[in-house]
């Protein structure tokens, strides 16, 4: 296993438009987060997912965004009407609840730029 | 509520060590880490500390937390070119999910 791996990288895409990214979390990790992060800003929580279950969203998560993870594995981020201030980097991690340490590694994001 | 803060902006000469410093508002916060961040990509973990430990090297590297304090920061011994980059610290938030709460990172530049 190489680690998390986020698709696209890249996304530039304009107003109004609909855009999907995706994220595979190492094999067996049983959490996986989202957070978003602008420039010069460290990341924010979005949501995370524990096995198949989404159980926590942040009040930053609009009702424009949805997140899936249909067989606790991959998960799909999705952002509705793309608005410029949505232009961000999204980070993906994982990580096993069971570890002392609950470490979250993170995949290489996906940055997207709304035009 | 849950806040993380760090400095900005540290430069260091080659072979220096560096020290980044970080206060963090969550007294119950269970872990707190490291990250840095290189120019275009994600995260990479770097150490972590439990909240009941004072002190935790590894190779290079040296955290130390005040808890009475809320004061966390990271010692980079012999710093490298190579160490240049964006440094996190994080705390995990309320709650058992697990979700990270970050500062706005230190720039480490450190010149040859």
């Known amino acids: 296993d190489t680690g998390v791996s986020q698709d696209p990288r890249h996304k530039i895409t304009k107003r109004g438009q609909n855009v999907t990214f995706r994220c595979d979390p190492i094999?067996?990790?049983?959490?996986l987060y989202w957070y978003r992060q602008t420039l010069g800003q460290g990341p924010e929580f979005l949501t995370y997912f524990q096995n198949e279950a989404q159980l926590e969203k942040s009040r930053l998560l609009s009702d424009r965004f949805s997140a899936e993870r249909p067989k606790g594995s991959f998960s799909t981020l999705e952002i509705q009407r793309t608005e410029q201030g949505d232009s961000a980097m999204y980070l993906c991690a994982s990580s096993l609840i069971e570890t002392s340490g609950h470490e979250q590694f993170f995949g290489p994001g996906t940055r997207l730029t709304v035009l | 509520g849950e806040d993380v803060e760090q400095s900005l902006f540290l430069s260091v000469r080659e072979g220096d060590s560096s020290v980044i410093n970080c206060t963090y508002t969550d007294s119950s916060s269970t872990y707190l880490y490291w990250y840095k961040q290189e120019p275009g990509a994600g995260l990479q973990l770097l150490t972590y500390i439990f909240s009941n430990m004072d002190m935790k090297q590894d190779q290079r590297l040296t955290v130390l937390l005040n808890k009475k304090d809320k004061h966390l920061s990271l010692r980079i011994a012999d710093t490298q070119t190579g160490d240049s980059a964006i440094y996190f610290c994080?705390?995990?938030?309320?709650?058992?999910?697990?979700?990270?709460?970050f500062g706005q990172g230190t720039t480490l530049q450190v010149k040859p």
């Open positions: 994080a705390e995990v938030g309320s709650g058992n999910t697990g979700k990270l709460i």
């Open positions: 094999s067996e990790h049983n959490r």
